[in-house]
């Protein structure tokens, strides 16, 4: 008798929207899926790029997974909805907020529902620069450094320097700070009524690699240690946890509230959450010795490695390596590029703002047909560049460029420094100066590898998964023979989504392990890139020059 169809939901927060599907727990076939786009975040609101200071409204949140769960349900047959047990979540990170003593995420206040400060920080937020320095300082003076197992180096894109950030720069967020979360933590705690501060569930994922958490001193930093860094954070003391969860776990289920408002059961299971990466990494199927690239606007770089391997070995200069945080029994590590599809879009937008503004004050057309215009210009730019640039032989005189327009997050983090663009000349049309920075973004990711690869992790093969690798054939292959190494494509679109949803089946009890679940449910792999040898090794002298400029930019205090 053939078993009867269960289904999960992996629902995957990425920067600008709330994607989601319904998959089938035997064989991973996806029934459905959906996006949202948040609206706030679409209108710029809380935002000031200038500053680097990126907010997110945790109402975008609560709409976006209403939205789309509703769009989900639309689009799949009405039998399976009643047959869904479980829901993962991922999200960006670090993209911390600070709670109440209820858990309620200040924005949600009236009092502060218009302060960017009582927002998710997001990911990319680099406002506390002076904060993560102050940290770095103080744990190499310390009795135990707790930036050890994260790389020895903590950024300013992380928790613990997000949260002192904000509470000095407006003090009327002080009278209700209690306490903070993960945006992960808190959406699984929202759906299943468990957002008290002290008792939430937390993952072991972004406590590991964001906040310093490891079993070895007790959890968390010590009180000693924050008080000293600044006794700003005694708001929270006693009010964070010590205890953390891999996302096999179980959060709980779905409130009769939340149950009615997404349309589903209150069985429906709910495990914990995990970064994006992280789970996209489980959704591409990761094991040993690969080197999963998620590539969109920046990139997060995810191994994991067994404990034998591992053994008492620390990795320097990374996002870290936590027990568990991308399979549990396994040690997982985190890399990655601060930008990425940022930097293409960035010069996108540095061609479009004056064809834009030239075209709106025009008298040759009405309104609409400036409009209409003006979008489908700003549409073709990149395929435009793309197609340009892969004419263009690859030279040793070709400009070069640095990918750190966003500061850099991997190899040792420094969000100081800068992007430069070098050797232009009156000949560097647009499409040479867009192949540089293409080459630029491939010469970061080899500079992590080569960081790798030096400290004794082995990489067997490299796979990449996003919206890059399936889209944008070129910048692939550039990076493949900038690599020197053969590129897997993975041939799953939303390979976070289901990688939360592999995790929920496992929670739900489809599943004993998620290696298991990843074994039926995984969906292999598109395509491969192979490098060209004879453009890898032009690539090779570029590359030198690249840490040359780079060395020079990073010494010079920029």
Not at 3 to 19: A, L, N, P, Q
Not at 190 to 204: A, F, I, K, Q
Not at 330 to 355: C, K, T, V
Request: glycine share 8%; hydrophobic share 40%.
């Amino acid at each position: 008798m053939e078993k009867e169809k269960k289904y999960v939901i992996g629902v995957d927060y990425g920067t600008d929207s709330c994607r989601a599907i319904i998959v089938d727990t035997t064989t991973g076939t996806e029934q459905a899926s959906a996006v949202s786009h948040y609206n706030r975040w679409g209108k710029g609101l809380y935002c000031n790029p200038v500053n680097n200071q990126y907010r997110q409204h945790p109402a975008d949140y609560i709409e976006s997974l209403e939205d789309v769960i509703k769009h989900l349900f639309q689009k799949c047959p009405g039998e399976i909805v009643p047959k869904i047990i479980g829901m993962g979540f991922d999200t960006t990170g670090s993209t911390p907020v600070l709670l109440d003593k209820d858990g309620l995420p200040l924005a949600l206040l009236p009092e502060y529902a218009d302060n960017p400060n009582a927002m998710f920080v997001l990911w990319k937020d680099h406002t506390a620069i002076n904060e993560a320095a102050e940290i770095n300082e103080l744990a190499k003076k310390w009795d135990i450094d707790f930036t050890s197992y994260s790389g020895g180096v903590y950024s300013s894109e992380w928790a613990w320097a997000k949260m002192l950030h904000v509470l000095r720069v407006d003090t009327s967020i002080r009278d209700k700070a209690y306490s903070w979360t993960e945006h992960c933590d808190w959406i699984s705690a929202l759906l299943t009524g468990n957002t008290n501060p002290e008792n939430m569930l937390r993952s072991r994922c972004a406590a590991g690699h964001k906040a310093m958490w490891n079993e070895s001193w007790g959890g968390l930093p010590s009180s000693e240690f924050l008080h000293t860094l600044d006794p700003l954070y005694d708001l929270f003391k006693g009010h964070l946890f010590k205890q953390t969860h891999t996302s096999d776990k179980v959060v709980g289920t779905l409130t009769d509230e939340w149950a009615e408002r997404l349309g589903l059961h209150t069985g429906v299971v709910i495990c914990v959450g995990e970064l994006d990466c992280h789970m996209g990494a489980v959704g591409a199927q990761i094991s040993e010795g690969a080197f999963v690239r998620i590539i969109g606007t920046s990139t997060c770089d995810i191994m994991v490695s067994s404990y034998d391997t591992m053994k008492d070995k620390l990795i320097a200069g990374i996002c870290g390596q936590v027990d568990g945080s991308v399979i549990p029994g396994m040690i997982g590590l985190e890399a990655g590029q601060s930008a990425f599809g940022d930097i293409y879009a960035w010069f996108r937008n540095i061609i479009y703002h004056p064809l834009r503004d030239i075209l709106s004050n025009l008298d040759i057309a009405d309104s609409e047909f400036k409009q209409q215009l003006q979008e489908q210009i700003k549409d073709r730019i990149l395929p435009y560049l793309n197609e340009e640039a892969q004419k263009i032989p690859v030279s040793e005189s070709s400009p070069i460029a640095l990918d750190w327009m966003n500061g850099r997050r991997t190899p040792f983090a420094n969000q100081v420094v800068k992007g430069c663009i070098a050797d232009l000349t009156l000949g560097s049309s647009a499409p040479v100066i867009y192949k540089a920075l293409v080459e630029a973004t491939a010469f970061g990711s080899k500079a992590i590898i080569d960081s790798f690869l030096a400290q004794g992790v082995e990489i067997k093969n490299v796979i990449g998964i996003g919206g890059i690798p399936l889209k944008a054939p070129f910048v692939m292959q550039t990076l493949a023979d900038v690599l020197g190494m053969p590129i897997k494509v993975s041939g799953v679109e939303q390979a976070c989504a289901l990688g939360a949803a592999m995790f929920a089946a496992v929670a739900a009890s489809e599943y004993a392990c998620v290696e298991d679940a990843q074994a039926a449910m995984g969906k292999g792999f598109a395509y491969e890139y192979y490098p060209d040898a004879q453009k890898n090794a032009i690539y090779e002298k570029l590359y030198k020059k690249y840490l040359k400029i780079g060395g020079f930019i990073e010494s010079s205090g920029n």
